[in-house]
């Protein structure tokens, strides 16, 4: 389905999508509940019913099914994916004066959960082809203070982690995975989430497995890591007034594990049809000019939680877009050096070229799991249109 589908709408070419009452939504939370309402609802009355509204069974089944869906030891339930990354570095020892390695185009709660250890955020730049931590330049940014590096599995893509692997080892760092967009990814058989020392992701609602709110989880195979995530994450304590150390409260709640719980069921399914979404998407723009698509690298299950194109003038291409009723994104708009919160680490344009050309291009299209196929055409229609337009 290549150009040649594209032409099959021409018709309609600069109809602004309001005028023709067509609309297409970045995600669609609403299809996904549809499948799931009877099971919400019936776990809901029973937690209603049992008063088990903090931990319980509903959320020490979710830990046990998405440890065994990760193929991990341990999961721990947590109350959001920025705090996951945050007990996670906890439990890894990192603290003040150390120095941990990150992506420069990331979600800045990558970078906040390392400020709220204590420790330095270092960026570096990605690889121009997939847009992840390039390995060359870690490997050129550790010091004798790096405990850690994170690789971020954008746009639900594996990150390198084998080669980040050997880094680690040779400066006695830890790799912490951020997981938060590859829930069902993996590389060369391994999942995203299990090739760490620990892994933390995020279940916010607009993830492949999201839950009705805010919600995280910290992975490992290490019991006694676990633990810690455990206790940290309950001001601590292990036994009820009994505090070991300085923790906080970070928990997942019982209301979040069921709606969790049924959509974790459907993910490999839900995960298959993003990856046929994405599928049609490359045929269909597979013939466009000015427009970069998407690639996945050898040995990678991409769970497609985006699907990221690059274009040249962006405003005018998403404001064209707008107009016709489709939905896009940004992800991201700024690098984390260039954001006001890190501007003390004294990085400035040009620090990272490739992180830098990426967010001034870089567009997401509508992708989840219930996207109709005759939408996709007409997304492709339209973009094909705002190309020749701008």
């Known amino acids: 389905m290549k150009d040649a589908h594209i032409g099959e709408r021409s018709a309609l070419a600069g109809i602004p999508g309001t005028a023709l009452g067509r609309s297409v939504g970045f995600v669609d939370l609403a299809a996904q509940y549809a499948e799931i309402?009877?099971?919400?609802?019936?776990?809901?009355?029973?937690?209603?019913?049992?008063?088990?509204?903090?931990?319980?069974?509903?959320?020490?089944?979710?830990?046990?099914?998405?440890?065994?869906?990760?193929?991990?030891?341990?999961?721990?339930?947590?109350?959001?994916?920025?705090?996951?990354?945050?007990?996670?570095?906890?439990?890894?020892?990192?603290?003040?004066?150390?120095?941990?390695?990150?992506?420069?185009?990331?979600?800045?709660?990558?970078?906040?959960?390392?400020?709220?250890?204590?420790?330095?955020?270092?960026?570096?730049?990605?690889d121009n082809r997939y847009l992840l931590i390039d390995p060359e330049k870690v490997a050129e940014a550790v010091t004798e203070k790096t405990r850690a590096i994170i690789p971020v599995h954008l746009y639900g893509q594996c990150a390198f982690v084998e080669q980040l692997q050997e880094i680690a080892d040779e400066c006695g760092a830890s790799i912490i995975e951020d997981a938060a967009q590859a829930q069902g990814a993996s590389r060369f058989g391994n999942a995203a989430g299990a090739m760490g020392l620990l892994a933390a992701t995020s279940f916010y609602p607009g993830k492949n497995l999201g839950a009705a709110g805010d919600a995280g989880a910290v992975l490992t195979n290490d019991l006694d890591l676990a633990q810690k995530v455990r206790t940290i994450?309950?001001?601590?304590?292990?036994?009820?007034?009994?505090?070991?150390?300085?923790?906080?409260?970070?928990?997942?709640?019982?209301?979040?594990a069921v709606v969790l719980n049924a959509k974790l069921a459907r993910l490999k399914k839900w995960n298959a049809m993003r990856a046929k979404a994405a599928q049609r998407y490359?045929?269909?723009?597979?013939?466009?000019?000015?427009?970069?698509?998407?690639?996945?690298?050898?040995?990678?299950?991409?769970?497609?939680?985006?699907y990221v194109v690059r274009v040249q003038r962006r405003r005018e291409v998403m404001e064209?877009?707008?107009?016709?009723?489709?939905?896009?994104?940004?992800?991201?708009?700024?690098?984390?050096?260039?954001?006001?919160?890190?501007?003390?680490l004294g990085f400035g344009r040009g620090s990272f070229?490739?992180?830098?050309?990426?967010?001034?291009?870089?567009?997401?299209?509508?992708?989840?799991?219930?996207?109709?196929?005759?939408?996709?055409?007409?997304?492709c229609e339209m973009l094909d249109r705002a190309l020749g337009a701008t």
């Open 353 to 379: 070229p490739v992180s830098e050309a990426a967010a001034q291009s870089i567009m997401s299209l509508p992708m989840h799991p219930h996207l109709a196929e005759d939408d996709q055409l007409y997304v």
């Open 282 to 306: 490359s045929e269909m723009l597979g013939t466009l000019n000015g427009v970069v698509l998407p690639e996945s690298a050898e040995g990678n299950l991409d769970a497609w939680h985006l």
């Open 233 to 256: 994450s309950a001001h601590g304590s292990r036994i009820k007034y009994e505090h070991e150390r300085i923790g906080f409260n970070s928990r997942l709640d019982s209301v979040q």
């Open 37 to 126: 309402s009877g099971e919400v609802r019936l776990g809901l009355d029973d937690i209603f019913a049992t008063s088990a509204y903090i931990g319980g069974p509903q959320v020490s089944f979710f830990e046990r099914s998405y440890a065994d869906f990760i193929g991990v030891n341990e999961c721990v339930g947590v109350a959001n994916g920025t705090d996951a990354l945050e007990l996670a570095l906890r439990a890894a020892g990192v603290g003040p004066g150390a120095e941990v390695i990150v992506p420069a185009n990331t979600f800045i709660a990558t970078a906040e959960a390392i400020s709220r250890c204590g420790a330095t955020v270092v960026p570096v730049d990605v």
């Open 320 to 344: 064209y877009l707008d107009a016709a009723g489709i939905a896009t994104g940004i992800h991201y708009p700024t690098p984390i050096h260039l954001t006001e919160a890190y501007r003390s």
